[in-house]
């Protein structure tokens, strides 16, 4: 065998290159589907308040769907341990697939729930019910995902592991496509009579796929030779306490960048006056910029750094969201809500593009599905999911349109004091 012939069959120092390709699509398609679903419900946020949780103060409404929202993220600690520590127990790929079968009940739940109006109080129990599914299922996705990721690809892990982020993007992509096209095409009564539910019904062919991808994937040697912790939870709570707040807070800023861009949409119509179609466009763009830019980011960490990378992204964050939020409050324009949505991405994807790796690195094989899933949910738990609901109400009680931009300088801040503890932790090992 030639050098070239070996370099293309030994991608990484690992994997042939067609196997990584698939080790890829394997493993991205589960976190793909949980932002896919996820993003599905925060943009059709008050056509679902108005279905399942009516009430004569619209705002009200709102409050209640985007509380269900996130209160059935509380489950997703609980979702870490039990599917993270299965991970590292019995092995990445077992936990992957338990995790996407979940994912498809919950998708399915939500996708035929009759309405308030149909089935009375059972309806908002079963959207919740739904999302308790979902989350706690997502609980062990990104931490049993990229673990097998990393353990692959060692050497190029900043790039491997930055498709877990990107595929938000792909899934940001879909459903903005369907958002875009759904609230264009349709009537508001065609919308909220069946309209919302193509894209759960979409996501929900999506499953099947993954599942058949994912069986026919294996764990990594690094993980397979190592030594398996009985009790993972434990040592992580024993020994790795550190680490854990550090991974935390290092994925506020990401986090809570996220989930303002999920909630664009909602807060273009209620709060700027324009359009579900123009809100819908800003968040298409977020998308094609997180699936494209991220990997590339991902690559560059490998090279230069990650924390070097990150830095410069918050600092420059924290110095522009506040100006970028009083221009679109301002010019409350479909090209304003671009520039502004594209300028908060980028940003994003700098910081984020390094950082599954980077959190990978806190921990040792034997604990690193469950440290991993366990310090992404509480992050994405306390700094995403409440995040809407917190904005929203902010809002009402300021009357002031900026309330995003100051939740946004402060997890830029939490973040940038967290970035400081990982650089010295990881230099001092």
Not at 146 to 160: D, S
Not at 323 to 350: D, I
Request: charged content about 10%; glycine content about 8%.
């Amino acid at each position: 065998m030639t050098t070239a012939q070996a370099t293309n069959n030994t991608v990484a120092g690992r994997l042939p290159q067609n196997k990584l390709y698939k080790l890829v699509v394997a493993s991205s398609i589960g976190n793909a589907l949980e932002w896919f679903d996820l993003i599905v419900y925060g943009f059709f946020a008050m056509t679902i308040s108005k279905l399942f949780f009516p009430s004569n103060d619209e705002t009200v409404s709102l409050l209640l769907a985007l509380g269900t929202f996130a209160a059935s993220y509380l489950i997703r600690p609980l979702g870490a341990i039990v599917l993270g520590s299965y991970a590292d127990r019995v092995g990445r790929k077992s936990a992957m697939l338990v995790s996407i079968w979940l994912m498809m009940a919950g998708t399915f739940i939500i996708a035929t729930m009759p309405t308030f109006e149909t089935i009375g109080i059972l309806a908002p129990i079963g959207i919740f019910a739904a999302r308790l599914i979902q989350g706690f299922s997502a609980g062990g996705e990104f931490g049993s995902a990229t673990a097998l990721l990393v353990e692959h690809a060692p050497e190029r892990k900043g790039l491997i592991s930055s498709f877990m982020f990107a595929s938000q993007g792909i899934s940001a992509l879909l459903a903005s496509g369907f958002g875009i096209a759904l609230s264009s095409m349709l009537t508001q009564s065609q919308l909220e009579s069946w309209g919302w539910r193509i894209p759960f019904l979409f996501g929900l062919l999506i499953g099947p796929i993954g599942l058949y991808i994912r069986k026919h994937i294996q764990d990594a040697e690094e993980f397979s030779k190592s030594s398996h912790s009985h009790a993972p939870i434990s040592a992580i709570l024993k020994t790795h306490k550190a680490s854990l707040a550090l991974a935390i807070g290092s994925l506020i800023m990401s986090t809570s960048v996220s989930y303002v861009i999920i909630f664009m949409p909602t807060y273009a119509v209620k709060n700027l006056g324009l359009t579900a179609s123009v809100g819908f466009t800003g968040t298409l763009l977020s998308g094609a910029v997180l699936a494209i830019l991220t990997p590339f980011i991902g690559h560059l960490s490998d090279s230069i750094g990650r924390t070097r990378l990150m830095f410069w992204s918050v600092i420059v964050f924290t110095c522009t969201i506040y100006p970028a939020f009083v221009f679109l409050s301002h010019e409350p324009t479909l090209p304003s809500l671009l520039l502004v949505l594209f300028w908060m991405t980028v940003l994003k994807c700098v910081y984020f593009g390094g950082l599954p790796a980077l959190m990978s690195e806190l921990f040792p094989t034997a604990v690193r599905a469950t440290g991993m899933a366990l310090s992404y949910n509480i992050g994405t738990t306390i700094f995403g999911s409440f995040t809407p609901f917190f904005i929203t109400w902010l809002i009402d009680i300021s009357n002031d349109t900026m309330a995003p931009s100051w939740y946004l300088l402060t997890t830029g801040l939490l973040s940038l004091i967290s970035l400081f503890g990982i650089k010295r932790k990881l230099t001092t090992e």
